[in-house]
C-alpha cells in the first residue's frame, strides 16, 4: 500500500483527528499553486515561497532550530568521513537555508562553497545564515536556479557535489536532468551523494511533492550517464528517514 492510496490515508486520519484540517489547508493551497504556475519546478518554486516566509527552518524540514542545527551536523560528520576535504570545491544542489551548508562553508576553503537552489527566498534565508554564524569571510557563492543543467558552471571544477533531500521533492524527469548535465562540471573522480525517498514496493508520489523510488531506477538513470552508483550502506544506520547514494565519474 502506497502513501497516496485511499485506504492508507483514511487509517492515517483516524489515528491523526488533528492532522486532518491543516492536510486539507495545504491540499487547498497545493492545488492553488498548481493551477498558478507552468511545471514542477515553478511549483515547488511557490511552495518553498509560502513556507519559508512562514519559516524558513520549517521550510527545509525541521520542526525546531535544535532539529535544523542536528540534521545539518549529521549531513556534514557523514560527508567528512567519507572524503571531504578542505581543498575541496563543493557544489550543493537544493542548498536551501544552509542547514548543512553553514559547516560545510566553515570547513572549506574560502570560495569554494557553491550552492545553488531553485527558491530565491530560501537563498534570502541562507544570506541571514551567513551574517547569523559570521561565515562573511568565508564568500560562499549562492545562486538562484532555473533547472538542473549547470549552464553557467565550467567543466570538470567540482570534486564534491552533495544534494540532501532535494530528489525526494523531485519527479523523475528533474533528477534525469540532473544527472545528465551535472557530469560535466565534476572532476574526474568527483563523487555526487545525493538522498532519497526510497520504496521497496510501486514508485509514488504524495501530493507532488514527495517523490519515492526504487534504488534501481535510479542506479540505472545514473548509469546511463555514465556515473558508478552505490548505494551508502551506512547511511541507513543514521536515524534519517531518507537513503543515501553516491555517484562516481
Ligand atoms: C528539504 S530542502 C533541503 C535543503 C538542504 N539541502 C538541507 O538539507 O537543509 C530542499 C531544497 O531543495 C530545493 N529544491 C527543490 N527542487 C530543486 C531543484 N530541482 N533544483 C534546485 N533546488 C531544488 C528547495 O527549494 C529547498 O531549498
Known amino acids: 500500500m502506497t502513501r497516496n492510496s485511499l485506504l492508507h490515508q483514511a487509517r492515517y486520519a483516524l489515528r491523526h483527528p488533528d492532522r486532518v484540517i491543516p492536510h486539507a489547508r495545504r491540499l487547498t493551497r497545493d492545488l492553488w499553486f498548481r493551477l498558478q504556475t507552468r511545471d514542477h519546478v515553478d511549483y515547488y518554486r511557490a511552495v518553498m515561497r509560502s513556507d519559508t516566509e512562514r519559516n524558513p527552518d520549517r521550510a527545509v524540514g525541521s520542526k525546531s532550530r535544535e532539529r535544523w542545527l542536528k540534521l545539518g551536523k549529521t549531513q556534514f560528520d557523514y560527508l567528512v568521513k567519507h572524503g571531504l576535504l578542505p581543498e575541496h570545491r563543493m557544489l550543493e544542489i537544493g542548498c536551501g537555508n544552509l542547514r548543512a551548508g553553514r559547516l560545510f562553508i566553515d570547513y572549506l576553503h574560502s570560495g569554494h562553497y557553491y550552492g545553488v537552489d531553485i527558491s530565491p527566498d530560501i537563498l534570502f534565508a541562507a544570506q541571514q545564515t551567513l551574517a547569523d554564524f559570521d561565515l562573511r569571510d568565508k564568500l560562499p557563492h549562492l545562486t538562484p536556479v532555473h533547472d538542473l543543467r549547470f549552464d553557467f558552471l565550467p567543466d570538470e571544477y567540482f570534486d564534491v557535489v552533495h544534494a540532501h533531500s532535494v530528489f525526494s521533492h523531485s519527479p523523475p524527469r528533474v533528477i534525469e536532468e ?14 555526487f551523494d545525493f538522498t532519497f525517498d526510497r520504496t521497496q514496493g510501486r514508485e509514488h508520489q504524495v501530493l507532488r511533492e514527495d517523490f519515492y523510488y526504487r534504488t534501481e531506477t535510479l542506479a540505472e538513470m545514473a548509469e546511463r550517464h555514465g556515473f558508478k552508483a552505490m548505494f551508502m550502506d551506512d547511511w541507513e544506520r543514521l536515524p534519517h528517514k531518507q537513503s543515501k547514494m553516491r555517484l562516481v565519474k
Open 178 to 191: 540532473c544527472f545528465a548535465h551535472v557530469g560535466r562540471v565534476m572532476k574526474p573522480g568527483g563523487w
